[in-house]
């Protein structure tokens, strides 16, 4: 049974803004999870885009088959494609999704969002591309936010160009609500950690998200996280914690099957992915030294069956596993399967590196 839970509520329209700064530094130190609220995004908006959420999921699975998500990442995945924890036994997560990027992806793809048809959804594309907008506005105050409670300039973040043209996405998430026999025990969203900076999620009221605060315990606490309505939910990723030498907690969480039908929306903001993410200075001391090398690039690749692999480029060949990362040293670049879920640095062994094991790694 999962725990009572009571996660820290942030008014964004504080005029004291160290103060909600120092609010959100002792959510991510000790929960990796919080809430906004006064966040800027408009409760009707947030209502349409459930609205059209819900049409789009509704249509035929021909419909939506139409749409399936190609190499650019955008469009839909069907229940059962995406595996978020590898040591489940089943197939598949029972969700289905949908992604969309940003209408100008520049350097990171050649191809652009899939939309449904106007003939059948005529106000989808517009709602969509207004949240995506308003949600990333919130997201860059929150950072914002972040950057002060880490001792640094509130425009840090921009500063060092990581917002410059960040790797955003937007995906729409719905859970079935009659779930099979032979899926008893199956999971809307098996247990995973985002590999980003923050994501934002709103949810339709229905229960069934719970996190995990201590990854190692055996065994694991799991604690329901309740809805506050009108509040966004912000996480903190594996790549926020790496870049505050762990000071920062990203969370494992998961989505549980409770026999209702469950909609919920997913805002990840990362990094430029030409980016430095090297730990912070006032994450490190002479008691707590930086545990991880500096990486430049953020590089996700989803193959078939829904697995995804993670690889991050160094800043120079580094011929061992460190850092959650395998570096290859006649490559100056390094991937690791993570089977969709990207684990904490500080939990992958340290092996040498070897053509074999590159060959057998690089997706």
């Known amino acids: ?22 609010s959100i530094r002792q959510a991510c130190v000790e929960h990796g999870f919080f809430y906004v609220t006064n966040h800027g995004v408009d409760r009707g908006l947030l209502e349409a885009v459930f609205a059209e959420s819900k049409r789009f999921f509704d ?4 419909d939506k088959m139409a749409l399936l998500r190609g190499a650019n990442h955008r469009g839909y995945t069907p229940p059962y494609a995406e595996k978020l924890d590898a040591s489940s036994q089943f197939v598949g997560d029972l969700k289905e ?21 106007e003939e059948r959804l005529p106000s989808w594309k517009e709602t969509m591309k207004l949240y995506f907008a308003a949600v990333l506005d919130t997201g860059t105050r929150i950072l914002s936010l972040v950057a002060l409670g880490l001792d640094l300039d509130a425009d840090f973040f921009h500063k060092i160009g990581a917002l410059k ?29 985002d590999y980003g900076m923050i994501t934002l999620l709103v949810t339709d009221g229905t229960p069934g998200l719970q996190i995990c605060r201590e990854k190692d315990r055996n065994p694991q606490l799991w604690e329901d996280v309740h809805h506050i309505d009108g509040a966004l ?27 209702k039908e469950r ?7 990362d990094p430029n992915p030409d980016t430095l993410v090297q730990c912070l200075e006032s994450c490190c001391s002479e008691a707590c030294p930086p545990r991880f090398p500096p ?31 395998h570096f290859l040293d006649h490559a100056s670049s390094g991937s690791k399967q993570a089977s969709i879920r990207a684990i904490p640095a500080a939990q992958f062994p340290i092996v040498p590196c070897s053509k074999s094991l590159c060959k057998s790694l690089l997706p």
Not at 59 to 62: C, F, G, N, T, V
């Open 1 to 22: 049974m999962a725990g009572s839970l009571h996660l820290p509520v942030v008014d964004l329209a504080l005029p004291d803004l160290r103060a909600a700064a120092e």
């Open 59 to 62: 249509l035929p699975m021909e």
């Open 97 to 117: 999704s949908f992604y969309i990027g940003p209408l100008d992806d520049g350097d990171m793809h050649n191809d652009v969002n899939q939309w449904p048809s």
């Open 165 to 193: 043209c960040p790797s955003t996405f937007l995906r729409l998430l719905h859970y079935p609500g009659e779930v099979h026999e032979s899926d008893s025990g199956n999971y809307g969203a098996s247990a995973h950690s």
């Open 233 to 259: 939910i912000i996480n903190i990723g594996d790549l926020l914690e790496r870049w505050t030498n762990c000071a920062f907690r990203s969370t494992l969480h998961r989505v549980v099957a409770i026999g």
């Open 263 to 269: 909609y919920s929306v997913a805002f990840f903001l």
């Open 295 to 325: 990486i430049k690039r953020l590089k996700i690749v989803f193959k078939k069956g829904g697995a995804m692999y993670v690889s991050w480029i160094s800043m120079s060949p580094l011929p061992l596993v460190s850092g959650g990362v």
